[in-house]
């Protein structure tokens, strides 16, 4: 039985690719940072605050896993500004942490680890040319994508020095689960409650910004896939296809039944991020030629699928 360890197995994306592993026969442990968290059922849990405590080492050491899947971090860009010191420790130093202790497992010979790491479009900043791919300059405009785009570069100098270490450069990925810290989720929580008269108005920030969005569990799957892969690499991973905030604003208002989307939105300059890339929008030619793999639910599905979620939520 193939034993697999996931960081942030409590998160998005930990869920779904819990479930995948699970439903694949593996034996599935997690990270969490305390006992509120709700970890999926099946998967053994290892209480370990990241962002205080150094013991990840000992952790790896004592489950020896087959794949490590990198997914814990402070997650959300604005709040990234908040804490930049937090955002350096959990999505950068950990990483080092973690690599540095498969690297002496992998040296004394007691294990060779695949290790996986959730990379984000984030370390591209604001590019200049479109579609991003694993080739395009690294070159972060905020703290999370400054932190990420040390991982990626600590990925890449642990996989020459033999390690079996992949960074998976995620876009951004989208579910019912996604918290409401995410605009989507943000947008259709709000557009269902606005269909059914329990809220007036919604406050967002960038309307112009484009995202490439993809289905979270394709992106699960991904990282899976990159794992299973006998030559660890950097994959780019997004659909190719990018709309603006506004386009997913009037889709899930005419989903959720709202007619007069104009009219319930205002902009909060509050809201508003520096650095804020204009346009993301990924080139995964290189996944789907080496992994096989391709998206499997387009924007429109994306957005039926959270709008009917958060709908059946309130009913
Ligand atoms: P991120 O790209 O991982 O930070 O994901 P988000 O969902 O937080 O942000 C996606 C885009 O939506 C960014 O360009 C934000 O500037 C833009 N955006 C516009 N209004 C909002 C808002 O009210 N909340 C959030 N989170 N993002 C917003």
Redesign the pocket.
Same mark, same amino acid.
């Given at each position: 039985m193939k034993r697999a360890l996931i960081t942030g197995v409590t998160g998005q994306d930990g869920s779904y690719l819990a479930e995948l592993l699970l439903a694949r026969g593996y034996e599935v442990h997690g990270v969490t940072r305390d006992a509120d968290e709700v970890v999926t059922e099946g998967v053994t849990a290892h209480e370990l605050d990241l962002a205080t405590d150094s013991s990840i080492a000992e952790l790896i050491a004592s489950v020896e896993p087959n794949e490590i899947y990198n997914l814990a971090a402070l997650s959300?860009?604005?709040q990234s500004w908040q804490n930049p010191t937090l955002t350096a420790r959990l999505n950068g130093a950990v990483v080092a942490e973690m690599l540095a202790a498969v690297k002496l497992l992998h040296d004394r010979g007691d294990v060779d680890i695949r290790f996986v790491q959730a990379s984000s479009a #984030?370390i591209f900043g604001a590019p200049t040319v479109a579609p991003q791919n694993e080739e395009t300059v690294v070159r972060p405009t905020s703290p999370y994508g400054a932190a990420k785009a040390y991982a990626h570069g600590l990925v890449g100098a642990y996989r020459t020095a033999g390690v079996a270490a992949s960074s998976v450069i995620l876009y $951004?990925h989208e579910s019912p689960r996604r918290p409401e810290?995410?605009?989507?989720r943000?947008i259709t929580a709000a557009a269902a409650r606005i269909s059914k008269g329990l809220q007036e108005t919604l #406050?967002?920030? $960038?309307?112009d910004?484009q !995202?490439d969005w993809g289905w979270a569990p394709d992106y699960a799957n991904a990282l899976f896939l990159a794992a299973q892969h006998s030559e660890a690499d950097d994959f780019v991973v997004a659909t190719g296809v990018s709309h603006s905030?506004r386009d997913f604003v009037e889709a899930a208002f005419v989903r959720a039944g709202v007619a007069d989307w104009r009219e319930r939105v205002q902009v909060a300059d509050s809201?508003l !991020?520096s650095g804020?890339?204009p346009v993301q929008m990924g080139d995964a030619s290189k996944a789907r030629r080496v992994l096989g793999w391709s998206p499997t639910v387009d924007f429109d599905e994306i957005v039926a699928a959270m709008v009917d979620h958060d709908l059946a939520l309130l009913s």
């Open positions: 959300s860009v604005y #984030e $951004n810290t995410f605009v989507t943000k #406050e967002l920030g $960038n309307l910004a !995202r905030v809201l !991020r804020d890339a």
